[in-house]
């Protein structure tokens, strides 16, 4: 069946790294896509999205790059703090009347001071 | 704060109780939704209201009963629950008709003794 994954379970980055995390998808009708970030004891927060029509997406530290051709998705954290370390989801909505999203199963950033 | 409130945030309960979840959206969206977050496993997507319809259930056990008496409040009834039942319990909402940007409120912390 169709599915968003996550390449690695865990990431532990030294304070002021860059940070790179990674979600495959499969389902290639999939036209929007978020990033979610979940502090312990909170729910998931959004932190940006993009469209499929678009490859890049930059916010406040962080950025967005969306590969249709391999169907992976990719968060870029720009000099990390210790506040970043959380679990990051990717969502991804295939269309259609249903409101439906997809989710991963998350990656634990963990930052280092 | 992301305008999407829960209580109770913690619930414990034996299985031959009943008890409610509420969640409020202060969005001014018109679409939401229960999802359930167990430990190790991608957010399950429960049930999906659009302008107070409930749009889908996915396949989820009847002794889980969902009320949304208006747009901006949705209630989980929960009766007779198994251990296994013990997650934690998310409310969301977006606007429909627009990109399907979901926002999520804190969770309840469900325990089924």
């Known amino acids: 069946g169709e599915s968003v994954g996550l390449h690695l379970p865990t990431l532990s980055v030294q304070e002021g790294d860059n940070s790179i995390i990674n979600c495959a998808y499969s389902n290639s009708a999939s036209d929007y896509f978020i990033w979610y970030k979940q502090e312990s004891g909170k729910g998931p927060q959004f932190i940006i999205d993009?469209?499929?029509?678009?490859d890049k997406r930059q916010g406040q530290r962080v950025t967005v790059l969306l590969n249709k051709t391999v169907k992976h998705l990719s968060l870029q954290i720009a000099a990390t703090q210790p506040g970043d370390s959380a679990v990051y989801f990717c969502a991804e909505d295939s269309g259609g009347s249903n409101y439906k999203l997809t989710f991963g199963k998350g990656t634990l950033l963990t930052v280092n001071p | 704060e992301t305008g999407v409130t829960q209580t109770p945030r913690h619930l414990v309960m034996g299985m031959t109780n009943k008890k409610s979840l509420k969640c409020e959206q202060h969005?001014?969206?018109?679409?939401m939704y229960w999802y359930k977050q167990s430990a190790k496993k991608p957010l399950e997507l429960m049930f999906v209201y659009n302008f107070k319809e409930q749009t889908e259930n996915n396949s989820v056990p009847s002794r889980f009963s969902p009320e949304c008496p208006n747009s901006s409040h949705l209630f989980l009834h929960l009766h007779t629950l198994q251990p296994e039942d013990s997650a934690l319990y998310l409310c969301a909402s977006s606007q429909a008709g627009s990109l399907n940007e979901q926002y999520f409120g804190p969770g309840t912390r469900l325990t089924v003794t």
């Open positions: 993009i469209r499929s029509n678009m």
């Open positions: 969005l001014g969206h018109n679409a």
